[in-house]
Structure formats: structure tokens, C-alpha cells
């Protein structure tokens, strides 16, 4: 599968617990994207990467969550002390900088009980 | 910064017949406009998309229009298929971030 992978595809954790999703881009790609999804809503921009550089972050973004992408490749974004209105899918997408089109990877549902 | 307002956010059609899904964005400088298409816990996936340059794209049952001056652009799907059937976001582009409507949920009726 050449597609955007990530993992866990599923993680329940209990409030104050910290929790990291991985993120694989489609290889070629060196824009990685971060969003998070709620139940009927469109997709949410967190933050994205440049290769290894983190190039912006949303205000969505507290001080809780943090990403990297260390070798510009794969991704992480870790929660700090979860609350349980992080309880969301989080999405990565991946786009070649030649382009426009971002693809995405198929979600963590993260419940925060 | 941009801001998508998506209508409607649900939508019923008789199958065989054609939807239109529009969208309003707020900044001149967003330059490109996908539509995604999200099945029940499937990823998001890129339909169609124009760019500013274009006033119409069209692929096979679906085409997309973008009026600059009004800063509204839509979906058009034509002969609609109960497969067609899912929530579709339309995303407006300024530099590197996409921002995202809220949906429309389309409902094909046999």
C-alpha cells in the first residue's frame, strides 16, 4: 500500500493520560499536514511540515499537543494530559510541494474517557 | 484568515437525478478549491478540485464551477448513484492550508 498510513487507527485512553499517533506520508511527499475531525464536521488544520520544518501551527493548537517530523519523513503528534474534549479522529495528509492535492491517511480515533 | 460556509448541510435526491452542493469562501487569495468525499469511517478523498485560473472542471458525472468575483464555487453531480451517496466537503486554499466546510451529507433515494 502506497497510501498514507497511520497508527494506532484506534486508541481509548482515560483523561490525564498522554497519548502519540504516527503518521507515514506517501514517500515522495514532503508536506505532511495534521488535522483533527468532529463527529459532523469538516476537517480542522493543526499544523504542517516542510520536509522537518514545522512551518505553522493553528491557535486549535494548545500547549498540550505537539508534532515532529525528525527526518522529514514520518510524523508524530502527542497529547499531553488528554481532556476529554480531544476526543476526535485525527487525520494526517501528505502532498508533493509540486501540487496542490493533499491525500489523506485513513485516521486515529482517539476516545478520551 | 479564510473562512467556508458550506450549503446544504443535507441534501436527498432521487437517484438519477443531479445534486448541487455550494460553497462561499471569504479570502481573494485563496487559490485553489477541492471537494472531498468522506464515506462513513473512510478517509477523505479528493474528487475534483479547480484552481483560480478556471472558471469549470468537469470529470465524467462531476463538474465543478468557481466564480472568483463572488467567491462562491460548486459541485455538480449528474445522474446520480446510490454509491454517490456520503458526506461531501468542499476546501478552500491560501498558501500551504486547506480549510474545510462542514459537509453535506447526500442522500441518494432508490
Known amino acids: 500500500d502506497t497510501g498514507v498510513s497511520q497508527d494506532p487507527r484506534h486508541k481509548i485512553t482515560k483523561r490525564g493520560q498522554n497519548v502519540t499517533f504516527r503518521c507515514d506520508p506517501i514517500?515522495?511527499?514532503?508536506?505532511l499536514y495534521w488535522y483533527r475531525q468532529t463527529l459532523g464536521q469538516g476537517p480542522e488544520f493543526l499544523t504542517y511540515?516542510?520536509?522537518?520544518?514545522?512551518?505553522?501551527k493553528s491557535r486549535l493548537l494548545s500547549d498540550r499537543f505537539s508534532a515532529e517530523r525528525p527526518k522529514g519523513s514520518f510524523s508524530t503528534l502527542e497529547i499531553q494530559r488528554t481532556e476529554q474534549g480531544d476526543s476526535a479522529m485525527y487525520l494526517c495528509?501528505?502532498?508533493?510541494?509540486?501540487?496542490?492535492?493533499?491525500?489523506f491517511g485513513p485516521g486515529t480515533r482517539l476516545t478520551v474517557t | 484568515g479564510e473562512n467556508v460556509e458550506q450549503h446544504p448541510s443535507t441534501l436527498s435526491v432521487q437517484e438519477g437525478d443531479s445534486a448541487v452542493i455550494k460553497c462561499t469562501y471569504s479570502?481573494?487569495?485563496?487559490?485553489?478549491f477541492p471537494w472531498y468525499k468522506q464515506e462513513l469511517g473512510k478517509r477523505p478523498q479528493l474528487i475534483i478540485d479547480?484552481?483560480?485560473?478556471?472558471g469549470e472542471k468537469k470529470d465524467q458525472r462531476i463538474a465543478v464551477t468557481l466564480n472568483k468575483t463572488a467567491k462562491h464555487f460548486s459541485l455538480h453531480i449528474t445522474e446520480t448513484q446510490p454509491e454517490d451517496s456520503a458526506v461531501y466537503f468542499c476546501?478552500?486554499?491560501?498558501?500551504?492550508?486547506?480549510?474545510f466546510g462542514k459537509g453535506t451529507r447526500l442522500h441518494i433515494l432508490p
Open positions: 479570502d481573494s487569495a485563496s487559490n485553489y
Open positions: 495528509a501528505s502532498s508533493p510541494s509540486s501540487t496542490y492535492e493533499q491525500y
Open positions: 511540515f516542510q520536509n522537518e520544518a514545522q512551518l505553522e
Open positions: 479547480i484552481r483560480s485560473n478556471v
Open positions: 476546501a478552500a486554499k491560501r498558501d500551504d492550508k486547506i480549510i
Open positions: 514517500s515522495e511527499h514532503n508536506r
